[in-house]
């Protein structure tokens, strides 16, 4: 298996620290409000690999943080009348709603910030102590310079950074810092009203970067397999990590470093944030769209590349997913039938998929390699349905391998196949019968009335040599 590393810049072997066990963090939400579906990528995609990782034998521990501290928060809960935490406990819940939904696995741990105060205080003490970081009138900055290969993952030069920096630096902070590039470990407390800790330094609060670098060594251990997140996260959070954590520990914090894509919308492909006001949340969508079809559209896209997020695409994988089903029913009815004949190229082609489905999941997370060897697979078993006489024990392994790939993409068959009952249920029951005892007299034109009547309840008919079949388009 070959993972792209974003570190070294290209494809490595994926060789884990201990022998079939996976550490892996992933940067979780701030939580001030919903998340939207560029926050739910980096959810979807990394819940994939993971599954993935699983499927193949893996155990893997995966922590996934939450920030229920920061400007953003103060801020919001501040124009509510609330707390932090009440402000924290309110999108965290509607976070594991929105996941739940999504069917995206709970993290092994999910550490708060807030619960880690002690921890994040004594590693900035450790810090200081080695030289790596400083203290100037209650606020903690890290010497981002003394860090040799500062930038290294972002692949950025010190010098250019320094001169962005210090565009950016409001009048009241460069005068604090000693490099325009040294960034905050612990933040002052700026108002009386203002969430705060007791620490070394006075009351206040810890930066952001310093929050992942505890929750991860702590639960994880000093080196972990794989740290995971948006690309937007690579600079200067992921590099602020990797430079918190190894001055500390003396050891490399990360192995594999990966980084998923943005969601853009529109013809313009732009991204999708709040800043710029053309996000679209996971809760509201969820009141329209099948949480699985939103679910699989966003897993289909392999995690480094962009998701262009339309009605168009959903409707896509919405029909794809159709296809996918109308499969499964198929196989199904067939499978309660007795007689059965042996297909070795049905068998063949069903192993071929399993390898050539690993294949492309091995390189790198290839989803749409993956999934284009599901499709290619769906018209071979179809084929052997429409025979007097199928493989049986083919068709329940298809069923088998099926149910398996498509929970990588968090598609869980049985929900996918189980129709909902409906309260004009027996009226089309009612219709179906009418309409086979019309063609049963050869009133035709009465059986084509019923026909365009159902087609305009959105419902799909299937004559087969067993009676008439029905299922909602």
């Not at 397999?225 to 992921?238: A, M, N, R, V």
């Not at 018209?379 to 199928?390: F, G, Y």
Request: aromatic fraction near 10%.
């Amino acid at each position: 298996m070959k993972i792209y590393n974003t570190l070294t810049r290209q494809k490595e072997e994926f060789k884990p620290l201990v022998p079939g066990q996976v550490s892996m963090y992933v940067c979780g939400p701030t939580v001030y409000n919903y998340i939207h579906i560029g926050n739910a990528r980096s959810s979807i995609a990394f819940d994939t690999i993971r599954r993935y990782l699983e499927y193949k034998g893996f155990d893997v521990k995966y922590v996934s943080n939450f920030t229920d501290v920061d400007d953003k928060m103060i801020n919001e809960a501040r124009a509510e009348g609330i707390t932090v935490p009440e402000l924290a406990k309110r999108y965290i819940n509607a976070f594991m709603e929105d996941t739940t939904a999504l069917n995206i696995e709970p993290a092994t741990l999910h550490p708060r910030a807030t619960e880690e105060i002690k921890d994040i205080i004594a590693f900035i003490k450790t810090l200081i102590e080695k030289g790596f970081a400083y203290e100037v009138d209650g606020d903690v900055y890290y010497r981002a310079k003394k860090f040799t290969g500062y930038g290294k993952l972002s692949d950025q030069d010190i010098a250019s950074l320094e001169e962005g920096a210090s565009q950016h630096v409001n009048e009241a902070e460069f005068a604090k810092k000693e490099d325009p590039i040294d960034f905050a470990l612990w933040k002052k407390q700026k108002q009386s009203d203002e969430i705060a800790w007791d620490s070394p330094w006075g009351k206040g609060r810890p930066g952001w970067h310093i929050e992942c670098s505890v929750m991860s060594t702590k639960y994880l251990g000093d080196t972990i397999d794989i740290h995971g997140g948006g690309q937007d996260l690579e600079f200067p959070h992921h590099e602020n990590e990797i430079a918190q954590s190894e001055a500390k520990t003396g050891k490399k914090f990360v192995n594999y470093w990966m980084h998923n894509g943005f969601v853009t919308v529109g013809k313009d492909e732009q991204k999708m944030s709040k800043s710029l006001h053309n996000f679209v949340t996971v809760h509201d969508i969820l009141k329209r769209v099948d949480p699985q079809v939103l679910r699989f559209f966003m897993a289909s896209v392999q995690y480094r590349k962009p998701i262009n997020y339309s009605e168009e695409n959903l409707k896509q994988a919405a029909i794809i997913l159709d296809k996918i089903k109308n499969t499964v029913l198929n196989v199904q009815d067939k499978l309660k039938e007795t007689n059965s004949q042996e297909n070795q190229d049905l068998t063949i082609a069903i192993e071929d998929s399993e390898n050539r489905f690993k294949e492309a999941m091995d390189d790198d997370f290839n989803v749409q390699n993956a999934l284009s060897v599901v499709y290619d697979l769906l018209p071979v078993i179809n084929k052997n349905i429409s025979e007097d006489t199928s493989d049986l024990s083919a068709l329940r392994k298809f069923l088998q391998h099926l149910e398996k790939w498509l929970a990588i993409f968090g598609v869980d068959i049985d929900k996918l196949t189980t129709e909902k009952v409906s309260d004009d249920d027996a009226e089309i029951e009612e219709l179906v019968k009418k309409r086979d005892e019309a063609r049963k007299n050869k009133d035709f034109a009465t059986s084509d009335t019923i026909r365009d009547q159902l087609a305009e309840m959105n419902i799909i008919l299937q004559d087969t040599p067993k009676g008439t079949k029905w299922r909602r388009g």
